[in-house]
Nanobody, 115 residues
């Protein structure tokens, strides 16, 4: 069974940094696009950052200049470096993989920004 497993969430202070990672397992194919979405309480799930296997990236407006998405194609892993964190970055962060066979979501990891 193909799975995406996130790690690296937790608690950070405003202005701090966190790094999330997402690793694919059980797949014998490569995801065309991998990336991150987030869902805050009472809000819809929104795009954070995605990266195509070509290296092209797309960022949500609220994280541009603060977050950076990386991809390790050999390990089929995507990471999200989050800097200059804000209170409004608090959310459950979900990894997503897009392949010719469909879309796959991870189980989510909680990120809480609090002073």
């Amino acid at each position: 069974q193909v799975r995406l497993v996130e790690s690296g969430g937790g608690l950070a202070q405003p202005g701090g940094s966190l790094r999330l990672s997402c690793t694919a397992s059980g797949n014998n194919f490569s995801f065309n696009t991998m990336g991150w979405y987030r869902e805050a309480p009472g809000k819809e799930r929104e795009l954070v950052a995605i990266i195509h296997k070509s290296g092209n990236t797309v960022y949500g407006d609220s994280v541009k200049g603060r977050f950076t998405v990386f991809r390790d194609k050999v390990k089929d892993m995507v990471s999200l470096q989050m800097n200059s964190l804000k209170l409004e970055d608090t959310a459950v962060y979900y990894c997503k993989g897009v392949s010719p066979y469909g879309n796959l979501w991870g189980q989510g990891t909680q990120v809480t920004i609090s002073s």
